[in-house]
Nanobody, 125 residues
């Protein structure tokens, strides 16, 4: 397993941007698919984006396409989530996740075996 620690959350105004980071421990980071999920108050955790270990292939939930960008730096054992044009409905705890398997149909929490503790993103209107 890989240990994950998110950072970069905070309070921002609508229309602003944030870049979330997720640092992974372990020497096998480059063999893991990485994902981001979020959970808003009173709602279930939902998939946001995922990226293949090749750092090229990626997929997004339709609700965030065009505003969110997932990327990774295997040399730094870090995955990022760039969020632009933030909206109040983006307010949530954002979680980083990892798994050995990759596929565009893998959007359930159960599809990822390792999780970080989450970072809060709050967007004010």
């Amino acid at each position: 397993q890989v240990q994950l620690v998110e950072s970069g959350g905070g309070l921002v105004q609508a229309g602003g941007s944030l870049r979330l980071s997720c640092a992974a421990s372990g020497r096998t980071f480059s063999s893991y698919a990485m994902g981001w999920f979020r959970q808003a108050p009173g709602k279930e955790r939902e998939f946001v984006a995922a990226i293949h270990w090749n750092a090229v292939t990626r997929y997004y939930d339709d609700s965030v396409k065009g505003r969110f960008t997932i990327s990774r730096d295997n040399a730094k054992n870090t995955v990022y989530l760039q969020i632009n044009s933030l909206k109040p409905e983006d307010t949530a705890v954002y979680y980083c996740a990892a798994d050995r398997n990759f596929g565009s149909n893998r959007k359930r929490s159960a599809d990822f075996g390792s999780w970080g503790q989450g970072t809060q993103v709050t967007v004010s209107s």
